[in-house]
T-cell receptor
Framework: EPEVTQTPSHQVTQMGQEVILRCVPI?????FYWYRQILGQKVEFLVS????????KSEIFDDQFSVERPDGSNFTLKIRSTKLEDSAMYFC??????????FGSGTRLTVV | GESVGLHLPTLSVQEGDNSIINCAYS??????FIWYKQESGKGPQFIID?????DKRQGQRVTVLLNKTVKHLSLQIAATQPGDSAVYFC??????????????FGKGTKLSVIP
């Protein structure tokens, strides 16, 4: 069964550093998403991406965040200057017609 | 305010019993709902979904019921097994003003199965 693949599984970074989280969505999917989950809390929407542009973003997705689909297979989330409160699990998801979401296993980001 | 929420944060059931996990939503325009299972350290795993034109949908050992009148969603797990122990989230697929969709998750119910 096709999977959404995320790397790395765990990233530790110093506060103020830039991080890039990587995702390989399912190949024929058209819509791509990033969600995050702070420990013990619910999963929160960050951003959706379609046709090479952001289609929707939440208030969490401020100027420190950016997304990119650099090569037709990868989908990345960049945090420019990490803060302690950015520590969370970050999930990538994709789907074909805005239904039937498939989630990756997540990247645990720890900001120290 | 939160669009999707859960009535109970934790649920303990005896192995072999049936489990019922509930969820309330507030957006009557939502047309698609999903139940996810999340095990520790893993991403949300799809269990079952239902569209708003249906009241009930059955899968293998799982049933989702949708009551649009009271905006309530439930997940029933038959013959609960230890492997069912996890956090269960309902999610509501909402269309935004910009025309795109996004999932709004509830807080989750932790299901513990007692052997």
């Amino acid at each position: 069964e096709p999977e959404v693949t995320q790397t790395p599984s765990h990233q530790v970074t110093q506060m103020g550093q830039e991080v890039i989280l990587r995702c390989v969505p399912i190949s024929n999917h058209l819509y791509f998403y990033w969600y995050r989950q702070i420990l013990g809390q619910k999963v929160e929407f960050l951003v959706s991406f379609y046709n090479n542009e952001i289609s929707e973003k939440s208030e969490i997705f401020d100027d420190q965040f950016s997304v990119e689909r650099p090569d037709g297979s990868n989908f990345t989330l960049k945090i420019r200057s990490t803060k302690l409160e950015d520590s969370a699990m970050y999930f990538c998801a994709s789907n074909y017609l805005a239904y039937g979401y498939t989630f990756g296993s997540g990247t645990r980001l720890t900001v120290v | 305010g939160e669009s999707v929420g859960l009535h109970l944060p934790t649920l303990s059931v005896q192995e072999g019993d049936n489990s019922i996990i509930n969820c309330a939503y507030s957006n009557s325009a939502s047309d698609y709902f999903i139940w996810y299972k999340q095990e520790s350290g893993k991403g949300p795993q799809f269990i079952i979904d239902i569209r708003s034109n249906m009241d009930k949908r059955q899968g293998q050992r799982v049933t989702v019921l949708l009551n649009k009148t009271v905006k309530h969603l439930s997940l029933q797990i038959a013959a609960t097994q230890p492997g069912d122990s996890a956090v269960y989230f309902c999610a509501e697929n909402m269309r935004s003003g910009a025309g795109s969709y996004q999932l709004t998750f509830g807080k989750g119910t932790k299901l513990s199965v007692i052997p």
